[in-house]
């Protein structure tokens, strides 16, 4: 008698055989990003916090003083504001510095969040920026939508009622130097009219902080009434011989806290080539060492080593062996900054507007 074989259709359902499977890769996510998470959430203080700090609070102050201190206080009653520039190299962590000492700032709650009416707004200059780009992003960041972007001088007009209207006294405009970088002699005194003429307004006048690299942003201390309103904090190179000592400490506790060992081969000069490779820049170093952690803790390993570093390296840069910092023997020899202008000019290519439009 032929046995008949039943229809896949009828066969009884079994458990998933990849079941397994994704359970582990599910824990082995869950526990990567777990592990990286905690080390994002890291910060590493240093002076340069303390004179952020310094500066922020002068500006608060500031903007509680009177113009004409017997008359009763009001909006066209307040002393022109002042600012700060925050400069230093692609990296040096001028932006994170910055954030890290507003958001759980008592004077801003909510800062960052669209919506929320903080009194202190940043804005983002695109790349590459026009003077008219940069009025239309920060009505952007005002939270004013248009259907198409504004003329230049109709967007800062803009945002010269609007930041009153909306009672924002403070503007940070960061990576300012995409917007000065290609600007001819005109352009320049334009852009710092503009800067000049939102902090000494009658009726409404802002406090300023600009953020960007010193080679661009040295052109405010040419301006007259610029340089006597704004300080400066300068994020300076790093040196290995000063700096490697503490670095490597901080290498040892990010390593711990990912539940690592940080394990120095003999004469590798791990830290050096470290700091090489983020072109001496602070928050370079630190990118790159979770980028490296990042590849030990995927890998399930217990140890953090120069291997580690490498792969990571090889990864972001996509360089062969005899370019990769921590690979080749001739590591002092290879320019980082010229590796790391290329990435930065492609993520700028990759997420530029259309300038066309502007």
Sequence with gaps: MAVTKPELSNLPDAPDPTAPLRAF?????????????KLEACYVRSARDEAIAAQIERLIVNWGKKRFPKRPEGDNNRRAGVGF????????????????????HEAFPGYGVEGSGCTFVSVLAPAPCTLAQL??????????????????NEAWKRVRKLVQRKRV????FDDVHNVLQNANAREVKKIQATFRNLLISRSWPVQLVLSG???????????????????????DDLVAADDAGWIKDAVEDFATAAGLKY???????????LIHAAAYQFGLVFEL????????VTADRKKLTITDLETAYADRTAQPDELNIFASPAWQTINPSVI???????????????????
């Design 169 to 172: 006294a403070f503007l940070h």
């Design 213 to 235: 690299i010193e080679e661009t942003l040295d052109i405010f201390k040419k301006d007259r009434q610029l340089k006597r309103r704004l300080k400066y904090v300068v994020f």
């Design 340 to 358: 790391f202008k290329k990435e930065n000019e492609e993520n700028e290519a990759g997420s530029a507007e259309k300038p066309e439009n502007y």
């Design 263 to 273: 394990v120095e081969r003999s004469g590798s000069m791990t830290i050096e080539r």
């Design 85 to 104: 520039v925050v400069t230093g190299g692609s990296g040096s962590g001028k932006t994170t510095a910055l954030d890290t000492a507003l958001v759980d």
């Design 135 to 152: 009025g239309n992003a920060t009505l952007e960041a005002l939270g004013y939508d248009t259907d198409k972007p504004l003329p230049e």
């Design 289 to 296: 060492l979770i980028e490296g952690i990042e590849v030990a």
């Design 25 to 37: 890769l599910q824990r082995k996510g869950d526990r990567v990003a777990s592990v990286m998470a």
